[in-house]
Protein backbone atom coordinates (compact mmCIF):
# COMPACT_ATOMS: atom_id res chain seq x y z
CA UNK A 1 0.00 0.00 0.00
CA UNK A 2 1.30 3.10 -1.07
CA UNK A 3 0.62 6.30 1.30
CA UNK A 4 1.20 9.81 1.42
CA UNK A 5 1.32 11.43 4.84
CA UNK A 6 1.79 15.17 5.90
CA UNK A 7 1.60 17.66 8.71
CA UNK A 8 1.60 21.05 9.14
CA UNK A 9 0.26 21.33 12.81
CA UNK A 10 3.71 22.60 13.72
CA UNK A 11 5.63 25.58 12.33
CA UNK A 12 7.18 22.84 9.85
CA UNK A 13 5.19 21.51 7.03
CA UNK A 14 6.42 17.48 6.61
CA UNK A 15 5.41 15.37 3.63
CA UNK A 16 6.52 11.79 2.92
CA UNK A 17 5.90 8.62 -0.09
CA UNK A 18 6.09 5.40 2.51
CA UNK A 19 4.87 1.85 1.70
CA UNK A 20 3.41 -0.33 4.08
CA UNK A 21 3.43 -4.22 3.54
CA UNK A 22 2.08 -6.32 5.91
CA UNK A 23 3.96 -5.29 9.55
CA UNK A 24 6.48 -3.52 6.77
CA UNK A 25 6.43 0.40 6.40
CA UNK A 26 9.24 1.84 4.19
CA UNK A 27 9.49 6.01 3.80
CA UNK A 28 10.43 6.25 0.24
CA UNK A 29 10.77 9.92 0.65
CA UNK A 30 10.41 12.76 2.53
CA UNK A 31 10.03 16.57 2.47
CA UNK A 32 10.00 19.21 5.14
CA UNK A 33 9.90 23.06 4.99
CA UNK A 34 9.91 25.85 7.14
CA UNK A 35 10.21 28.29 4.45
CA UNK A 36 6.66 29.83 3.63
CA UNK A 37 3.11 29.38 5.29
CA UNK A 38 1.72 25.90 5.24
CA UNK A 39 -0.87 26.77 2.16
CA UNK A 40 1.96 27.99 -0.05
CA UNK A 41 4.45 25.13 1.20
CA UNK A 42 2.32 21.93 1.24
CA UNK A 43 1.02 20.98 -2.21
CA UNK A 44 4.39 21.93 -3.67
CA UNK A 45 6.25 19.93 -0.79
CA UNK A 46 3.61 16.61 -1.79
CA UNK A 47 4.53 16.94 -5.07
CA UNK A 48 8.25 17.13 -4.70
CA UNK A 49 8.06 14.14 -2.02
CA UNK A 50 6.06 12.08 -4.84
CA UNK A 51 8.55 12.90 -7.72
CA UNK A 52 11.46 11.69 -5.02
CA UNK A 53 9.78 8.67 -4.70
CA UNK A 54 9.06 8.33 -8.39
CA UNK A 55 5.51 7.69 -7.68
CA UNK A 56 2.28 9.52 -8.98
CA UNK A 57 -0.56 11.16 -6.28
CA UNK A 58 -2.69 8.14 -8.64
CA UNK A 59 -0.89 5.44 -7.38
CA UNK A 60 -1.89 6.58 -3.31
CA UNK A 61 -4.02 4.25 -1.74
CA UNK A 62 -3.96 6.28 1.75
CA UNK A 63 -3.75 9.75 2.66
CA UNK A 64 -2.46 10.05 6.13
CA UNK A 65 -2.85 13.23 7.95
CA UNK A 66 -1.96 14.91 11.07
CA UNK A 67 -4.61 16.16 12.80
CA UNK A 68 -2.75 18.09 15.64
CA UNK A 69 -2.91 19.18 18.57
CA UNK A 70 -1.09 22.44 17.31
CA UNK A 71 -1.25 25.26 15.16
CA UNK A 72 -5.11 25.88 14.59
CA UNK A 73 -4.76 26.90 10.51
CA UNK A 74 -1.91 24.62 10.05
CA UNK A 75 -4.30 21.77 10.98
CA UNK A 76 -7.53 23.17 8.92
CA UNK A 77 -5.14 23.72 6.07
CA UNK A 78 -3.71 19.55 5.97
CA UNK A 79 -7.04 18.27 7.06
CA UNK A 80 -8.79 20.01 3.97
CA UNK A 81 -6.20 19.70 1.50
CA UNK A 82 -6.56 15.54 2.53
CA UNK A 83 -10.15 15.52 1.87
CA UNK A 84 -9.78 17.21 -1.54
CA UNK A 85 -6.56 14.82 -2.91
CA UNK A 86 -9.00 11.71 -1.60
CA UNK A 87 -11.47 13.20 -3.47
CA UNK A 88 -9.91 13.53 -6.42
CA UNK A 89 -8.08 10.09 -6.19
CA UNK A 90 -10.00 7.60 -4.25
CA UNK A 91 -7.64 7.09 -1.63
CA UNK A 92 -8.80 6.51 1.97
CA UNK A 93 -7.70 8.92 4.93
CA UNK A 94 -6.42 7.95 7.61
CA UNK A 95 -5.53 10.26 10.88
CA UNK A 96 -3.03 10.36 13.54
CA UNK A 97 -1.77 12.59 16.53
CA UNK A 98 0.70 14.80 15.72
CA UNK A 99 2.72 13.99 19.40
CA UNK A 100 2.57 10.42 18.50
CA UNK A 101 4.49 11.72 15.54
CA UNK A 102 6.81 13.32 17.47
CA UNK A 103 7.45 10.59 19.69
CA UNK A 104 7.66 7.85 17.22
CA UNK A 105 11.30 8.17 16.13
CA UNK A 106 12.47 8.12 20.15
CA UNK A 107 10.57 4.40 20.55
CA UNK A 108 11.74 3.39 17.73
CA UNK A 109 15.28 4.02 19.23
CA UNK A 110 14.70 1.95 21.52
CA UNK A 111 13.90 4.18 24.85
CA UNK A 112 10.50 3.15 26.54
CA UNK A 113 9.31 6.24 27.70
CA UNK A 114 9.08 9.34 26.17
CA UNK A 115 7.51 13.08 26.74
CA UNK A 116 6.05 14.14 23.49
CA UNK A 117 5.75 18.53 24.18
CA UNK A 118 5.26 21.02 21.24
CA UNK A 119 5.00 25.07 22.07
CA UNK A 120 1.21 25.87 22.60
CA UNK A 121 1.69 29.49 23.08
CA UNK A 122 0.42 31.56 25.52
CA UNK A 123 3.03 30.40 27.95
CA UNK A 124 1.51 26.52 27.60
CA UNK A 125 2.26 23.23 25.88
CA UNK A 126 0.57 20.34 24.15
CA UNK A 127 2.09 17.36 26.04
CA UNK A 128 1.61 13.78 26.10
CA UNK A 129 3.37 10.65 27.65
CA UNK A 130 4.08 7.46 26.19
CA UNK A 131 5.01 4.75 27.93
CA UNK A 132 4.58 0.79 27.64
CA UNK A 133 2.94 0.88 24.53
CA UNK A 134 0.58 2.82 25.81
CA UNK A 135 -0.50 6.78 25.23
CA UNK A 136 -1.47 8.94 28.16
CA UNK A 137 -4.02 11.67 28.30
CA UNK A 138 -2.91 15.33 26.00
CA UNK A 139 -2.79 18.07 28.00
CA UNK A 140 -2.57 21.90 27.46
CA UNK A 141 -0.92 22.96 30.37
CA UNK A 142 2.04 25.70 31.45
CA UNK A 143 4.89 24.05 31.62
CA UNK A 144 5.49 24.31 35.15
CA UNK A 145 2.53 22.49 35.65
CA UNK A 146 3.21 19.13 33.75
CA UNK A 147 3.99 16.39 36.40
CA UNK A 148 4.65 12.91 34.52
CA UNK A 149 7.73 12.69 32.27
CA UNK A 150 10.08 10.20 30.38
CA UNK A 151 13.40 9.11 29.59
CA UNK A 152 13.61 11.72 27.01
CA UNK A 153 11.74 14.73 26.63
CA UNK A 154 11.22 16.25 22.99
CA UNK A 155 9.48 18.39 20.60
CA UNK A 156 9.72 22.58 20.14
CA UNK A 157 8.33 23.00 23.47
CA UNK A 158 11.20 21.37 25.19
CA UNK A 159 13.17 23.06 23.54
CA UNK A 160 11.79 26.38 24.68
CA UNK A 161 10.76 25.34 28.01
CA UNK A 162 13.74 23.37 28.66
CA UNK A 163 14.98 24.63 32.08
CA UNK A 164 11.35 23.75 33.60
CA UNK A 165 10.88 20.15 31.33
CA UNK A 166 14.55 18.97 32.30
CA UNK A 167 12.89 18.19 35.78
CA UNK A 168 10.69 15.45 33.97
CA UNK A 169 13.58 14.04 31.64
CA UNK A 170 16.43 14.36 29.47
CA UNK A 171 15.80 17.14 26.80
CA UNK A 172 18.24 16.77 23.88
CA UNK A 173 20.25 19.63 22.70
CA UNK A 174 18.08 22.44 20.84
CA UNK A 175 19.25 21.14 17.20
CA UNK A 176 18.28 17.21 17.25
CA UNK A 177 15.92 16.37 14.90
CA UNK A 178 13.89 14.35 17.53
CA UNK A 179 12.14 18.05 18.29
CA UNK A 180 11.09 17.71 14.83
CA UNK A 181 7.70 16.48 13.79
CA UNK A 182 8.19 14.44 10.87
CA UNK A 183 5.94 12.74 8.39
CA UNK A 184 8.13 9.49 8.91
CA UNK A 185 6.68 9.92 12.07
CA UNK A 186 3.17 9.27 11.53
CA UNK A 187 3.75 6.21 8.83
CA UNK A 188 5.85 4.98 11.95
CA UNK A 189 3.07 5.22 14.74
CA UNK A 190 -0.22 5.10 12.97
CA UNK A 191 -2.71 2.52 12.49
CA UNK A 192 -3.49 3.87 9.41
CA UNK A 193 -6.83 2.48 9.54
CA UNK A 194 -9.69 4.13 6.99
CA UNK A 195 -11.80 7.16 8.45
CA UNK A 196 -14.61 9.38 6.59
CA UNK A 197 -14.03 12.68 5.56
CA UNK A 198 -16.45 13.95 8.09
CA UNK A 199 -14.35 11.84 10.73
CA UNK A 200 -11.07 13.68 9.81
CA UNK A 201 -11.46 16.32 12.58
CA UNK A 202 -8.84 18.48 13.77
CA UNK A 203 -7.50 17.62 17.54
CA UNK A 204 -8.43 20.91 19.48
CA UNK A 205 -7.01 20.43 23.00
CA UNK A 206 -7.92 24.23 23.59
CA UNK A 207 -9.55 26.94 21.93
CA UNK A 208 -7.93 28.60 19.06
CA UNK A 209 -6.73 32.16 19.53
CA UNK A 210 -8.78 33.99 16.79
CA UNK A 211 -11.73 33.03 19.45
CA UNK A 212 -10.06 34.46 22.07
CA UNK A 213 -10.23 37.41 20.55
CA UNK A 214 -13.30 37.78 18.82
CA UNK A 215 -14.37 39.80 21.59
CA UNK A 216 -12.11 42.50 21.23
CA UNK A 217 -12.45 42.59 17.10
CA UNK A 218 -14.73 45.90 16.95
CA UNK A 219 -16.08 44.34 13.47
CA UNK A 220 -17.53 41.84 14.92
CA UNK A 221 -21.04 42.31 16.48
Known sequence: ML?????ASTPV???AVARAEDDRRETLAEVSTTARGTSEALLPAIHASLDLAGEDLGAVERILVGVGPGTFTGIRIAASTARSLSLGTGAALAKNSTLAALAAPVLVSGHPEVLAVIDARRGQVFAQRFAGGERGVVRCARPEELEE??????????????????????VPPDGSPLHRVTAEGHVLSADLAPVAAEDLIPLYIREPDAEVRRDLNPWIR
Do not use: K, N
Request: charged share 25%; net charge positive.
Open 3 to 7: ILAFD
Open 13 to 15: VTV
Open 149 to 170: GGQIVVGDGAVRYREALSRLGR
